[in-house]
Every structure is written in C-alpha cells, then in structure tokens.
C-alpha cells in the first residue's frame, strides 16, 4: 500500500488546517490509520489514530484541537486541526496498520507516508 499525505503548509496560532491522507494499492478493510508526527530535531511522536471500526484515539497534547476520521470508502484518512499552537509546527505522516488498536505503537504500522510539513507561528 502507499500512502500519500497532504494538506500542510503555514498557519498562525489559533487557525485551522485539513491534512489528508490517500491510500492506493489496496483496500484498507480491517486496516487501523494513524497520524504521527516529527518536530526539528525531535522524536517522532504520536498524534492519533483510528481503527477499522473508527474508535479513535489521541495523544494528550491534541485531544479536543485534533480530529481524526477516514472515508474507507475512498480509502482516505483525514487529520482536522484546530485551535494551532507553536509546537505543532513538525512533520506529519500518516501510516497504517494491520493491527486492531495500534494506536502509539509505531513498529506496528505497516506502511508509512512521506510526510507533509505543518509550520505555526506565534
């Protein structure tokens, strides 16, 4: 499967951004998606994730800015975020996962995008 995400780009705190992520290869029943992200030199850390059957969970940092969906329909996974702050500013790449509940774990993904840079400035 590949992945290919979207939607980044600048903001100023307080706004709002859509990061999308499309999938093509195969069919993502039974997949869980997710939503990691990577700061200048940081760790990459977990943002949110969705399972097949779109039970959803999120990092503490984001819960009630993030909202995570996906169209399984179109095969697509969405990451809407609002309410912005500074250290948002990373690498967001979306992946996904065989594994029902993968949640933060990042070994358990499968298959991972090349990422799409949100910057937010104060």
């Known amino acids: 499967v590949q992945l290919q995400a979207s939607g980044g780009g600048l903001a100023q705190a307080g706004d709002s951004l859509r990061l999308s992520c499309a999938a093509s290869?195969?069919?993502?029943?039974?997949?869980?998606m997710a939503w990691f992200r990577q700061a200048p030199g940081k760790e990459r850390d977990f943002v949110a994730s969705?399972?097949?059957?779109?039970?959803?969970a999120y990092a503490d940092s984001v819960k009630g800015r993030f909202t995570i969906s996906r169209d399984s329909a179109q095969n697509t996974m969405t990451l809407q975020m609002n309410s912005l702050k500074p250290e948002d500013t990373a690498v967001y790449s979306c992946?996904?996962?065989?594994?029902?509940?993968?949640?933060?774990?990042?070994?358990?993904?499968?298959?991972w995008g090349q990422g799409t840079l949100v910057t937010v400035s104060s």
């Open positions: 290869g195969r069919t993502l029943t039974g997949y869980s």
């Open positions: 969705i399972n097949w059957d779109t039970t959803t």
């Open positions: 992946a996904v996962s065989r594994y029902h509940g993968a949640t933060s774990h990042a070994s358990l993904y499968d298959a």
